[in-house]
């Protein structure tokens, strides 16, 4: 029998995929949509999208401010760290509510951002 080294899981998104590997391997293989594996990999990319880009946007808006360098590292460390967390506790998974945790603590730092970049504006 094949083994791929490359998706242990034979989970297969899309026919391109199977016809790829069909014309190297001659393994007949489907597109597989509902890998429970897969979709929770899905599920934590999906949610590091939502998250990670308005943070760096804010972010950049944020170092435009020229804020103290020190509340600055703090914000993009603990950010870091509570994503880091975050996908730890999607992938592994650890019991709720340590998901969310790392998710409002990373939603807390770019909020913290937002107001900061709103108020130097205002005044």
């Not at 946007?57 to 401010?65: A, F, K």
């Amino acid at each position: 029998m094949y083994t791929n080294l490359y998706f242990p899981l034979k989970a297969y998104m899309t026919d391109e995929d199977c016809r790829a590997l069909r014309q190297r391997t001659g393994a007949d293989v489907k597109p597989t949509r509902n890998d429970p594996d897969v979709e929770r990999v899905r599920g934590c990319h999906h949610n590091d999208l939502e998250n990670v880009i308005p943070f760096v946007l804010i972010g950049l808006l944020y170092i435009l401010t020229d804020p103290n360098p020190w509340y600055a590292k703090m914000h993009f460390r603990i950010f870091t760290v509570a994503r880091l967390f975050h996908s730890v506790a999607y992938l592994k998974p650890l019991p709720q509510p340590s998901r969310a945790l790392g998710w409002l603590l990373g939603y807390i730092v770019t909020l913290s951002m937002g107001v900061s970049v709103v108020m130097s504006g205002v005044m």
